[in-house]
């Protein structure tokens, strides 16, 4: 590793002191009542919590929790573009996705990985289509995500998070972007995968030459209002039917998060009608 | 009107207040904004902990990783600090590589943890000369509104004190470490050390726990770090406009009091998790 100078850096070599153990063990799929690894059935989403307007100096920002997976985004702009281009009829966006350090089972790096490059991409082809980029000619619009804790579906957390802290911001959309992932594995479909069912898992009864026909893992994003899907992410073998399968369960999982999105963003328009009818009561006040 | 002057005169609308030994946002010269500590919500971390002081918002996360020591240290582990202002926090800052407030801030949290005796390097060594812990201890702001120091060092020592390490020894024969992850050690930490920053606006008066505003008006930041017992650790006093000794005996005094508030800030907190 070629030495950050910018940064304070421990030794050239360390490893995680559970690193054998968490690459090398399967993780059973289901209990023995038949319930996953945390109780849940296997098309139950994680509880979910989201607020907005928790960053004060960006335009708008929001955090949200599935569970234990943690992300927060702000947003900024319309603003300057970054590079003095040619004029642009059409606004743009720009968009990164980090992983904290610390939010991964293995540290992460500071600087961007690949990983964390390919979701960057991908969040900005789900949110591009939703927002009225013709509406803010020759500016553009910012929107940094950082995943906190990733215990599973972090890209959904982000995109969820992403479109919720565009709304903050008042920024004009077509519809909100509402994201869900959903894991297949050996005939079981599962809701909302949590790290320890994202990654390997073996299924009982079966010996280890046989490996089972179908697995992997889509992430789907969904414009509830306009039935659109402005971004799909596939990892896995799977067959048509199957995929199709996973998919109307996303949207599914999708629709049902929305009313817990349409109720964040009502509650974050009245604090910030509070707020500008205090100012305003000052105003009076001073005037009278 | 109001809002119209301030942005266009920032010093004179704040000269009107400080004459009143007021501050636009209600406090008084020395005061301090509320601070709130959260700890040990991130279960993929080793030890962490959230401070919000005021609106200045920062996550610290511990990640502990084994290495070998370096070969003139031979019974010394490493702890690693850092400080991270990514784009999110605020609107002057940009991705890329770490600002000079972040390399700044990130050398302060060094000299912090390595002043203060806080964590002793000795006691993170799992077998001389062969196995040693590296603690990397990320300090990410979330939101940034003025005194990043404070906030980090308030962090850093809170994720600290949450860190609980699993069990290593090292196998004599095979050289392999065995690890029960099932148990955890809380880190021993010895000290705790906390920061506390003063901007010098006006190139007289002194304000305590600046907001961004006021540091984009300072002629000066001073930030003074304390133990328990009461001694300085370190004056951080980096030129800006020159300020008299009572003043700097003065920002002193108030630091003391401010660590005892925070330290038992991080009892209560700790407490109430233990509970």
Request: net charge negative; glycine share 6%.
């Given at each position: ?26 993780v059973r ?6 319930t ?60 990164e ?62 995109l ?23 894991k ?36 789907v ?23 199709k ?19 964040t ?10 707020a ?13 | ?16 207040y ?44 511990v ?26 926090c ?10 000079e ?33 590296v ?12 005194n ?128």
């Amino acid at each position: 590793m070629p030495v950050d100078r910018m940064r304070i850096c421990g030794p050239e070599e360390t490893r995680h002191p559970l690193v054998l153990e968490l690459c090398g063990r399967p993780v059973r799929l289901f209990q023995d009542d038949g319930t996953r690894l945390d109780g849940r059935s296997a098309d139950q989403i994680r509880p979910m919590f989201m607020k907005c307007g928790v960053i004060s100096h960006a335009q708008g920002s929001a955090y949200i929790e599935m569970d234990r997976t943690k992300a927060i985004c702000a947003v900024y702009g319309p603003r300057e573009f970054g590079k003095r281009e040619d004029f642009s009829i059409k606004g743009r966006l720009t968009c990164e996705f980090k992983f904290a350090t610390f939010s991964c089972k293995i540290r992460r790096q500071q600087q961007q990985d690949a990983e964390e490059k390919e979701f960057s991409q991908i969040l900005l082809q789900s949110l591009s289509p939703a927002v009225c980029l013709h509406k803010f000619p020759k500016a553009q619009v910012d929107i940094y995500v950082m995943v906190l804790e990733n215990d599973g579906s972090a890209l959904s957390a982000a995109l969820t998070c992403g479109s919720l802290a565009l709304a903050d911001a008042g920024i004009e959309m077509y519809d909100m972007v509402v994201a869900c992932s959903v894991k297949h594995y050996c005939k079981s479909t599962l809701m909302d995968p949590s790290a320890s069912e994202e990654s390997e898992l073996e299924p009982e009864g079966t010996s280890t030459e046989e490996k089972p026909a179908e697995t992997g893992l889509l992430t789907v994003a969904y414009m509830p209002s306009l039935n659109q899907l402005p971004g799909m992410l596939q990892t896995g073998e799977m067959s048509i039917a199957t995929t199709k399968q996973m998919m109307k369960a996303c949207i599914d999982g999708c629709n049902r998060i929305y009313p817990l999105i349409q109720q964040t963003l009502m509650k974050s328009v009245e604090r910030k009608l509070k707020a500008v009818n205090l100012y305003n009561a000052d105003q009076e006040e001073k005037v009278s | 009107m109001a809002a119209q002057f301030k942005r266009i005169q920032l010093d004179a609308y704040y000269s009107k207040y400080l004459q009143r030994g007021r501050r636009p946002d209600g406090r008084a010269l020395d005061a301090f904004r509320k601070t709130i500590l959260n700890v040990g919500s991130i279960r993929t971390a080793d030890g962490s902990a959230l401070v919000r002081l005021g609106n200045t918002t920062v996550v610290c996360g511990v990640k502990a990783e084994l290495a070998a020591p370096r070969p003139d240290a031979p019974t010394k582990g490493y702890v690693v600090p850092n400080v991270e202002l990514p784009a999110m926090c605020g609107p002057d800052f940009r991705p890329g590589p770490p600002a000079e407030l972040a390399q700044v801030t990130s050398q302060l949290m060094l000299d912090v943890v390595r002043h203060s005796g806080c964590v002793s390097e000795e006691r993170l060594c799992v077998a001389d000369g062969e196995l040693v812990w590296v603690l990397y201890c990320d300090v990410v702001c979330l939101a940034y509104d003025g005194n990043l120091a404070d906030a980090c060092v308030v962090a850093l020592l809170a994720a600290l004190t949450n860190t609980r390490l699993p069990a290593v020894t090292l196998d004599d024969e095979t050289k392999r470490e065995r690890v029960d992850a099932d148990v955890r050690v809380p880190l021993d930490v010895l000290s705790y050390p906390v920061a506390t920053s003063f901007a010098v606006v006006d190139e007289r008066v002194l304000l305590a726990d600046p907001n961004a505003e006021e540091e984009s008006l300072a002629t000066a930041v001073v930030t003074v770090v304390t133990l328990e017992s009461g001694q300085l650790c370190i004056v951080h006093k980096p030129g800006g406009s020159p300020i008299a000794l009572e003043e700097m005996e003065r920002c002193i005094e108030l630091s003391l009091a401010r660590a005892k508030q925070i330290r038992q800030l991080e009892k209560e907190t700790r407490l109430s998790l233990e509970r």
